[in-house]
Structures are given as structure tokens and as C-alpha cells.
């Protein structure tokens, strides 16, 4: 059984993934309008991973006899700038993200929970993957320039 501090602490980390998700989802939604088909799509599968991870986390709750919850998600913003002003925004959401993380094992390991532990690793070898990915995408766009960006856009889409 898991202990409700730690199921408590996964259950708002479910939380953070789903906001994630929506954000991901919002800047899909406004690199399209912008003309970026490319990066929307990446940010697309951004959505559906971070949404996967939600899943992920809420099982494993479930399956510890913990019980995942849903609550209030806050509300993401619509406007974002230019595609590097929006993989910008994402790299530091990707670090944010990993500090979470990083604070869950850290809730893991105060209650000795191991298996919990174990999990979690996963998150934390996705998130170094996930930092290095759109680290990579923002310095792929700022070597491409403002003209470049479109090569960048449909390298983007190949995902």
C-alpha cells in the first residue's frame, strides 16, 4: 500500500503533467496558426507523451491500492512569440519539470518507499532526455536564423 504523502505527492505531479499536456497543446495550436505545421506537430506528440505520463503515474497509484485523483488544472496561456521565444519557453518548462521530479523521488526516499523509488527513475532519465532535446531545438533554431527557421520547421515535423 502506498503511504498518502507519497500518493498524494504522485497525485500532484498528475496534476502537473495534465497542465503540462495543455500547454503543449496550446503552443501546437499556435505554432500552426503561425504557419509552423512542423513545430506544431512536435508539440502535438509533446501533448500526447505528457498525457501518457499522467496515465502512467495514476496507474501506478492504482496499482499500489492508492487512489489517483484529478483536480483543478490551471489555465495555460495562448500567446507564445516566435518559435524561438516558444522552444525557449518549453526548455525551461522542461527544466521545471525536472526539478518536480526530482522533489517526488525526493518524497520517495523520505518515506523509504523503494519500489516508488524504482519508478520513478524513469521520469528522471526521460526528464535529462527531454532537457537535452529542446536544449537542442533552441540552439537548432538560433543557428538557422529568422530564414533558416523554416528548415527547422520541417525537421520538426519528421517526429
Partial sequence: MIKEKLQDAINEQIIAEMWSANLYLAMSFFMDKEGYPGMAHWLKEQWI?????????????????????????????????TPLEVFEQVYKHE???????????????????????????EFVREQVEEETTTSNI????????????????VKLGER
Fill in 49 to 81: 507523451e505528457e498525457n501518457g505520463h499522467a496515465f502512467k503515474l495514476a496507474d501506478y497509484v492504482i496499482r499500489r491500492g492508492g487512489k489517483a485523483k484529478v483536480d483543478k488544472i490551471d489555465v495555460v496561456p495562448n500567446d507564445f512569440g
Fill in 95 to 121: 527544466r521545471r519539470v525536472s526539478e518536480l521530479i526530482d522533489k517526488l523521488v525526493d518524497v520517495a526516499i523520505a518515506e523509504k518507499d523503494k519500489a516508488t523509488q524504482d519508478f520513478l527513475m
Fill in 138 to 153: 533552441v540552439e537548432m533554431i538560433k543557428k538557422a536564423g529568422s530564414t533558416g527557421v523554416f528548415f527547422v520547421d
